[in-house]
């Protein structure tokens, strides 16, 4: 784990509020904040730009979860979440090639394989298996899944910042193996979100009102399947669905609870690799997990 490499430096930061509003999940909202706090390049000339959600009533030690990822200024976040009270955004630009060079170089390379390995122990064979090629690198939620991989605890801002900081900082042994591997430029400013509020029941109090008291994904990365563990307060009907990183619904079922554990296991052979959302919806509240299908 990137953790006992590097202390949490993020851990407990103020966040400044721009533009804090109380909507509902189906009103448009425009992100105006630009991107700051620039590292490696002076501003966002030639990057790309997304827009990162985070759910501030569902954090761990590293921060709030990202719970999506816009790559307009204009959404809803009803595109994204459909639970939850408490939501921040965050803008980031970056520049994509550099991470296509390293997995290209990772899928190329046996020495650079070697020393990805050497960092993040077993990342490599993963890597390969999740990203083939560079260009298998789109977006920031392609970027977030390879953060997962490479060790880090359930995504957060914070965590992405720690895991691409370590890897900047050890860029030149990088380099050394990883062919024409360079830093990850990108502006973020982690002190400025837009805040939003939605009327509603917070990620921590959803777990009582659904009568869940606990509820897993694993193995996590999956390959070919994965299982969802809930541990059930009150017998009854509760839907299971999965969505893409675009909010696509790919999976929906309706499941029979009894009281006390539960254990589900659901092949996913033939999903594509990418970031995935199990939702569990129950007594009108839903909770939500993120899994990395390879």
Known sequence: MLSKILPLFFTGLAFMAFGQTEVMFDTPIDITLEPSGCVGVDDCTDLQTEYIITDLDDQDATGARIVGISTMSSFTLGEFVSGGNNFAVTPICYN???IQILVDAINTAPLCCNIVNTFFAGACGTIQGTFPTGDDVQNFADVLGLVEILGTDSPSIESFIETISFINDNISTVGIACTGAIAFDY?????EQELFTVPGTSTQEALKVTGIDQFKVQPNPANTYFSVSLENKRAGEAVFELMDFTGKLV???TWYLQQ????????????????YTVIIRK???LLTRKIVVE
Do not use: P
């Open 187 to 191: 502006c973020m400013n982690v002190d």
């Open 260 to 275: 006390g554990a539960n254990t589900f296991a659901k092949d996913i052979s033939g999903l594509s690799t990418g970031i």
């Open 283 to 285: 007594n009108g509240t």
């Open 251 to 253: 999976r929906q079922e």
């Open 96 to 98: 994509i090639e550099s």
